[in-house]
C-alpha cells in the first residue's frame, strides 16, 4: 500500500510493504529548484517520517530524468532576510539528523542546495551522468547549507577548495573517485539500484542502524579519543537490547533474523 502527501513541489510517498518512505522534489519542469518554503517543508517531512514506525528507510530524489535538483530560487535569496538565510543549514541537515538510513537518489544535475541535501544524506547513489556543483561563486556567494563544510570533510580541502573556489563541476565517475559517491550506475540501472540498498537496510535492526548513525557521525565532530568513547559506550548499550539476542539467536539457529527495533 503506497499513500502520497503534496507539499511545496515536495512529494512524499510511503510504501508500507517496503517499509520505505521517498521524498520528490517535484518541479521538472524548473529543474527541480527548491523553494524557500521547501526547504522549511523538508525538515518538517523528516520530524513527520523520523516518528513513523512504519517507515526504516527514506530515499530523496528527483522528478523527470534530467536532474536530482539544480539548486534554490535565486529571486527568493534577494527577499529573505540575512538572519534566516543563516539558519537555512538546519533544514538541510535533515536527513543527516534522521536517526533512520537515508539514500539520496541522484541524477543529472545537482547542484547548490540539491548537492547541500545530498550531502546531508548516509548515501548517494548515482546515475552515470549525474554532474555535482556548488555554483555559488559564480553569484559572488558562497555555499551556505554546509557545502564548505561536508565536502571539505569528505574529500580533502585541496579537493574541496578545487571544485567549490572555482565553481567546477564534478561528473559522477570523478566524484565517485574523490569518494563524494557511494556508487556510480547506468541511468537505466539507478531505480533497481536504490531498490536493492534499501531492501538491504531494512532487514538490520532499526535499533542498530540508528545508533551505528549516531556513532559514525560523531566521528567528524570530536578527537579520537571521544569517538572511541561514544562507540564503546554504546556498544555496550547495544549488548542488552531484545534484538542483539534475536540476531545471535538467529545465528546459531541459521535463520534469517526477525528484529524489532527493541
Not at 514506525?53 to 530524489?61: F, R
Not at 544524506?121 to 553569484?139: H, K, Q, S, V, Y
Request: aromatic share 6%.
Amino acid at each position: 500500500m503506497t499513500t502520497t502527501t503534496q507539499y511545496d513541489h515536495i512529494r512524499v510517498e510511503k510504501n508500507r510493504e517496503t517499509q520505505t518512505a521517498t521524498i520528490l522534489f517535484d518541479r521538472p519542469e524548473k529543474m527541480n529548484y527548491i523553494s524557500m518554503l521547501a526547504r522549511k517543508q523538508f525538515a518538517e517531512i523528516f520530524e513527520e517520517l523520523n516518528d513513523d514506525e512504519g517507515v526504516c528507510v527514506i530515499i530523496v530524489k528527483g522528478e523527470g530524468d534530467k536532474c536530482f535538483s539544480a539548486g534554490g530560487s535565486i529571486p527568493q535569496f534577494m527577499e529573505t532576510h540575512p538572519e534566516e538565510l543563516s539558519r537555512l543549514r538546519v533544514n538541510v541537515a535533515a536527513p543527516e539528523r534522521s536517526p533512520k538510513p537515508v539514500i539520496a537518489q541522484l541524477q543529472g544535475y545537482t547542484f547548490g542546495v540539491g548537492f547541500e541535501i545530498a550531502m546531508a544524506c548516509d548515501f548517494r547513489i548515482a546515475a552515470d551522468d549525474t554532474l555535482l556543483g556548488l555554483p555559488e561563486m559564480n553569484l559572488g556567494m558562497i555555499p551556505g547549507s554546509g557545502g564548505t563544510q561536508r565536502v571539505a570533510r569528505a574529500v580533502g580541502l585541496t579537493r574541496a577548495k578545487d571544485m567549490i573556489m572555482r565553481a567546477r563541476r564534478i561528473p559522477a565517475e570523478e566524484a565517485y573517485q574523490w569518494g563524494l559517491i557511494t556508487k556510480v550506475v547506468a541511468k537505466e540501472e539507478l531505480d533497481n539500484e536504490v531498490d536493492q540498498l534499501a531492501a538491504e537496510l531494512v532487514r538490520f535492526s532499526p535499533l542498530a542502524q540508528r545508533v551505528c548513525k549516531e556513532v559514525l557521525n560523531a566521528a567528524e565532530e570530536g578527537p579520537l579519543s571521544t569517538g572511541l568513547e561514544i562507540e564503546g559506550r554504546a556498544y555496550g548499550m547495544l549488548r542488552c537490547t531484545e534484538d542483539f539476542k534475536e540476531g545471535v539467536d538467529a545465528f546459531v539457529e541459521k535463520r534469517k533474523p526477525n528484529f524489532t527495533g527493541k
